[in-house]
């Protein structure tokens, strides 16, 4: 089954703590994203990344850290430093070169502190 | 900075209305705008984009360029169409901006 896979679906943390998300693409896309969907704001860009072990932020990078070694995975972690980190967060790809510019997405990773 | 509006936070229908999503961007460039679906316990997918012109499950959506729109239409709305809808505008290249989404509501 190809695509995008997120883990976890749930994920409960206390204040203080440090969580990470999983990304998984077998998709062979070059570029993968981590946005953040709140009620109201639409999807808001953390971090994205066009090559492996490069990465930049997006409009709401403050509390977050990705790391991209491979290019199938885009983990994104969620800092202590982050204000408000309950919400739902959307993994997506697409490929670059020879792509239509269309963003391929997982089922997303709701992340809610205790 | 790029901004995608999306006036309504829901829009409510009856089934064989007639449905018009408003969008509205603001970009210094050759726009790329692309329409995105939410349907409830699914992932967000591609709707359809300007660039292709095309008709998916009977949307359409046509770039003004002089109004900096993006509406999304269909002539009669179906009870399936009940979804999140955004509208998105790539940033240079390389940043998929997208506005706040509207909730469309078919009832029948």
């Known amino acids: 089954d190809g695509g995008i896979t997120q883990s976890p679906k749930y994920l409960f943390r206390k204040e203080g703590q440090n969580v990470t998300l999983s990304c998984e693409q077998n998709?062979?896309?070059?570029?993968m994203y981590w946005y953040r969907q709140d009620p109201g704001q639409g999807l808001r860009l953390i971090y994205y990344?066009?090559?492996?072990?490069?990465?930049q932020k997006g409009d709401i990078a403050e509390g977050y850290s990705v790391s991209r070694e491979k290019k199938e995975s885009f983990p994104l972690t969620v800092t202590s430093a982050q204000k408000n980190p309950t919400a739902f967060y959307l993994c997506?790809?697409?490929?670059?070169?020879?792509?239509?510019?269309?963003?391929?997405f997982g089922e997303g990773s709701r992340l809610t502190v205790l | 900075a790029q901004r995608v509006t999306q006036p309504e936070k829901l829009l409510s229908v009856f089934k064989g209305a007639p449905v018009e999503l408003k969008c509205n961007y603001s970009?210094?460039?050759?726009?790329?705008l692309f329409w995105y679906v939410q349907y409830s316990r699914q992932r967000l997918q591609l709707l359809l984009r300007?660039?292709s012109r095309e008709s998916i499950k009977g949307f359409t959506a046509d770039l003004n360029k002089g109004e900096t729109s993006f509406h999304l239409k269909k002539p009669f709305a179906q009870e399936e169409d009940s979804a999140m809808y955004y509208c998105?505008?790539?940033?240079?290249?390389?940043?998929?901006?997208f506005g706040a989404g509207t909730i469309l509501r078919v009832k029948s």
């Open positions: 970009y210094s460039g050759s726009p790329e």
């Open positions: 300007h660039i």
């Open positions: 998709l062979n896309h070059d570029a």
């Open positions: 990344s066009q090559i492996v072990n490069d990465f």
């Open positions: 998105a505008l790539w940033e240079y290249g390389n940043k998929l901006v």
């Open positions: 997506a790809s697409r490929q670059i070169i020879g792509g239509t510019g269309e963003l391929f």
